[in-house]
Each structure stands twice: as structure tokens, then as C-alpha cells.
């Protein structure tokens, strides 16, 4: 069987019977050896009695969610190719015909692109079409080099053996995320075509929610990237940080008669430097785990990331700037001493003090972030050996 048009339900009665309907039309106009397989996840308003009088193949799917009901779907589906929509009406599912196309000339996934292809006057909620699709999709671009101008169009066709060979596991609406991103992360190819969104047909509210919906998507785009999560950000934290604390660390500089930079500057660069190298360094760790477990691919550079940054190499760093902090901190103990233990000139020994302090507490996050990466490394099986 060459395609699958697989529709996730729940009470959709309003509107099922005309998606099917467009659906099998497609089908037999074009002469595609096909089949409609509906998804359902938990309906008691009709819906099922409605798919199957229609001849559609329906699907139980007991696990709520989106993903959840997508993904027994596409495990079920008899067709080499698939093509997801939902089964509200906004989808022309008459229309297909681009999508098999793309799907037959090679591509993993083909995506619809809504902005291209028309949106309907009141079809999509003016905070999703000029805010949380444009930033998401965005952001997707940004963060994986998608091709992709609507990250989030419920209309999409794939290789069935493509997807499942990803093991997506997400149950919710960012199933719609998780799919193009593993899609791309695992070399997949990816063409957009042209859509139309028409105002969906049911009387009562969507079951996507703006602000929830769209976190998780958020939330799935940067658990997916520790670059943009974590390294990015932390390293501008870092060097920040650095620039404040070598500029500050032998006295005060004046910007202009009116600025100067001092100590309390200091303070902050050497708090930046604390934050920003706890940050990249939960970035490298972060990403040698999603690269040994399977979650993000073994690249040649997480390979070298994995064969470099070792825990004893770790160690040895740490306890350069262990020592070094020591020392900074001997020779404020030997000032303090030399005064008996009395009052120390007020800010005389800041300056060493912190950067003593500093060097002290890096020491400390490369060691026990070292040991953390480590942990996260031992098999499951007690057999503590190194993932390899």
C-alpha cells in the first residue's frame, strides 16, 4: 500500500465525516492504493461509529495526546507513506497531491507552509499567526538549520519507516516539534510545500492551548539544543565576566570623567565567570549524555568532545586553580596575620581576596561537574563501564 492519510481524533463528529470524505476522494481520483486510518483517542460523541461507516480504519489509542494518538497512528499505518491532518476541517485533504509528489521523489518529510499556501480570515488566532509561530518556527530554524518557514502546520507527509525509526516519544501537541527536529537531527530530508488553512468547522473551542501548548513547544526546542540552552548564552555570560575581572583585577578604570569601574564591578565579573563557566559546562555535559544515549546524533565533534574532556584532565585544571585560589588566599591569611588578626585597611585585599575566591569555587564546578558526567555515564547494567 503506497499511503496512509492518518487523522488524530477526539470527538470530532462536527466535522470527521467531511475529512474522510475529502480523504477518500483524493485516494480514488488519483488512483493512490491508500487507506484512512483514524486515530481516536477516547471519543464519546459519535466519532468512531462515524469513521467506520465511512469505511475508515480507526485506531484506539488509550494514551491521551496528540503525539500519543500520531504515533500508534503511524505504528498501525499499512502505507509506505503517510500524511497527518487534523480532523477538524482546516486541512484540504482533497489536496494532497503535492505532498505525494514530494514523498515519492525522495524526501523524508514534506511539510505544508501556511504562510505560503493561505491563511483564511479567522483561521488562526492572531497571537499564533503573528507571534508563536513566527518566533517558533524562528527558532527551530535557528537552533537546527530547518528549511522550514511553518514549523508547526498540522499538515505533513513522511516515510512511515522514517519515522518510526526516530523513536519519538513525546505524547503532546510538541509531537509536532519532535518530529521535524529528529527529522532533521537525523539527516532526513525535508521540503515544504505550499498549504491552505481554512477555519476549522466544530462549534466548540480547539483542544490546543495557546500559552501551554506553545511552552512545550519552547520547552522540547531547547531541551533539544544545549548550544542555544546553555553554551551560547553562558559563554557571553563567561567572557563578560573575564573582561570585568582582568580589566578590574589591578585597580579601578575610569571609561570617562564620569564613569569608573571598581570593585563592585569586579564582584560582578567574577560572578559572571562562576555563572558562565557552570553554564558551559552543562552545556558539554548535556551533550556528550544526548549523544551517548541517542538522543541528539554522535557527531565527529561530540566525538572529539567525549575523547578530550576526560575527568582526570578535568581534575588537573581544577586543581590548577585550586592551588591558585590557595594562594591568593595564604597571602590574605599572612596580611591579616601581620596585623595580628586586627582590622585590615578597609579594601586593601579585595581584589586578591576575590579572585582568590574565584579561582577557589571554579576549581570546585570543574570537579564536581567532571565527576556529575561521570555518573551519567555509568551503565544501567552495574557493570560500570564507559558508555561507548
Avoid at 212 to 236: A, E, T, V
Avoid at 326 to 351: D, K
Avoid at 360 to 368: D, E, G, S
Avoid at 372 to 379: P, Q, T
Amino acid at each position: 500500500m503506497e499511503l496512509t492519510i492518518l487523522m488524530p481524533c477526539l470527538n470530532e463528529a462536527e466535522t470527521l465525516a467531511v475529512c474522510i470524505e475529502k480523504a477518500d476522494s483524493f485516494i480514488k481520483q488519483n488512483n493512490i492504493v491508500g487507506e484512512v486510518v483514524i486515530a481516536d483517542n477516547g471519543s464519546t460523541d459519535g466519532s468512531i461509529d462515524i469513521a467506520e461507516s465511512l469505511g475508515a480504519r480507526v485506531v484506539h489509542v488509550p494514551t491521551r495526546g496528540y503525539g500519543a494518538a500520531l504515533q500508534k497512528g503511524i505504528e498501525e499505518a499499512k502505507g509506505e507513506f503517510v500524511i497527518m491532518g487534523d480532523s477538524d476541517d482546516s486541512y484540504d485533504f482533497s489536496n494532497l497531491m503535492p505532498y505525494v509528489e514530494q514523498l515519492r521523489a525522495g524526501y523524508d518529510l514534506v511539510m505544508g507552509n501556511r504562510f505560503k499556501g493561505g491563511i483564511a480570515k479567522g483561521a488562526m488566532p492572531f497571537l499564533h499567526k503573528y507571534l508563536g509561530n513566527p518566533v517558533l518556527s524562528f527558532l527551530g530554524r535557528l537552533f537546527f538549520k530547518i528549511p522550514v518557514g511553518d514549523f508547526h502546520c498540522g499538515l505533513r507527509g513522511f516515510r512511515r519507516d522514517s519515522a518510526l525509526s526516530l523513536g519519538l516519544t513525546t505524547p503532546g501537541m510538541e509531537y509536532a516539534s519532535e518530529l521535524v527536529v529528529r527529522m532533521a537531527l537525523a539527516g532526513g530530508s525535508i521540503k515544504e510545500v505550499p498549504t491552505t488553512l481554512s477555519k476549522d468547522g466544530r462549534s466548540r473551542p480547539p483542544h490546543l492551548n495557546t500559552w501551554q501548548d506553545g511552552w512545550r513547544h519552547l520547552r522540547f526546542l531547547l531541551m533539544f539544543s544545549p548550544r542555544w540552552l546553555f553554551f551560547y548564552p553562558s559563554l557571553f555570560i563567561l567572557l563578560l565576566g573575564v573582561i570585568l575581572t582582568v580589566l578590574l583585577a589591578p585597580g579601578a578604570v575610569s571609561i570617562t570623567p564620569n564613569i569608573t569601574l571598581d570593585i563592585h564591578s569586579m564582584i560582578v565579573g567574577c560572578f559572571c565567570v562562576l555563572v558562565g563557566l557552570q553554564g558551559v559546562s552543562f552545556a558539554i555535559v548535556a551533550r556528550r549524555y544526548a549523544a551517548l544515549r541517542g538522543f541528539l546524533p554522535f557527531t565527529n565533534q561530540v566525538r572529539y568532545l567525549v575523547d578530550a574532556v576526560t575527568l582526570e584532565r578535568v581534575l588537573i585544571v581544577a586543581a590548577v586553580f585550586f592551588i591558585g585560589g590557595l594562594g591568593g588566599l595564604a597571602y590574605c591569611v599572612s596580611n591579616w596575620f601581620s596585623v595580628h588578626l586586627g582590622a585590615l585597611e578597609y579594601g586593601s585585599l579585595v581584589r586578591v581576596l576575590m579572585l582568590a575566591g574565584t579561582s577557589v569555587a571554579i576549581a570546585v564546578q570543574l570537579a564536581f561537574t567532571s565527576f556529575l558526567a561521570e555518573i551519567l555515564e555509568i551503565k544501567s547494567n552495574n557493570s560500570y563501564q564507559k558508555v561507548s
